[in-house]
């Protein structure tokens, strides 16, 4: 009878009690440093270390009332849950005495209190980006002259120009929502801008054509050269990038499906070279 509650004994610790304790001294031994180190974010110490103690005040008065009645705390838990709630007692008390150091591992290593303040400054740094990302956020609007405002940029002909000029296609991308005209105010041939973008091998070409494609205006068609009808200018963008020499230009708009047959009988029948100005 004795050898059998031995092994029954024997086996509750190995497959429960053994677990047990050890789970609570490891987590007591990794929380305690942990919590003190990250004190100046996460305050709560002392409330961690009363919930501990009030667990090693439970257990025990349980294994004296012996209840329940048809279990045995073993006094080793019990014992256990007393060294935790010391450990975390002493480390709550230590920590609190140099709160104003950021914790007891902080005022004791200068090594660890320099890692707290770079890990201190990454989370505030990034609460600071995350604030002006929520501000962007915040300021956009279905109307795109005013998120064009919102980004500082003026809803004008030179405004378009200029955002071509940078290669800003958000930018761009909101003047073509919004209805600005694409045509030049000053010179009598309503010249686009996209003539300029060839002229002046505007940063990113390719994506600039592709968003006047996308808002109606054909690389075929000679009104997105210019506004007014003229015989004598290009048919289309790939004549105009051919006729400037501009031959990175007519590749890439032949790559986009530019008719590039147009150019020669353009070319032979014209009365005379002419270059539209890349007006900016």
Known sequence: MSKSLYVSFGKRVTD??????????????????????????????????????LFFVALLVLKFVNTPANRVIPA?????????????????????RHAAQGGYIAATSEDAKALQSNLLRLEQETGDIKTKLNRIEAGKSNDPRVELRNIGVEWSEDGLRKSSRIGDLRALELFLRG?????????????????????????????????????????????????????????????????IGNEEAAQLLASMGSDTTVYEPWKAKKPKPVVLPGIL
């Open 16 to 53: 429960h009690l053994g677990p047990i304790n050890a789970t609570m001294f490891i987590g007591t031994g990794a929380l305690v440093p942990v919590m003190d180190f990250v004190r100046p974010h996460f305050p709560y110490m002392n409330h961690v270390a009363a919930v501990v103690v």
């Open 76 to 96: 080793s838990m019990v014992l256990c849950a007393g060294v935790c709630a010391g450990a975390f007692s002493v480390g709550a008390v230590a920590s609190s």
């Open 179 to 243: 209805g600005m005209s694409i045509y030049s105010s000053h010179d009598s041939s309503r010249t686009s801008f996209a003539v300029s973008v060839i002229a002046n091998r505007s940063p990113r070409m390719k994506e600039q054509l592709e968003l006047l494609v996308q808002h109606g205006y054909g690389l075929n068609d000679a009104s997105t050269v210019q506004a007014k009808a003229d015989p004598t200018a290009p048919p289309n963008l790939y004549a105009y990038a051919k006729d």
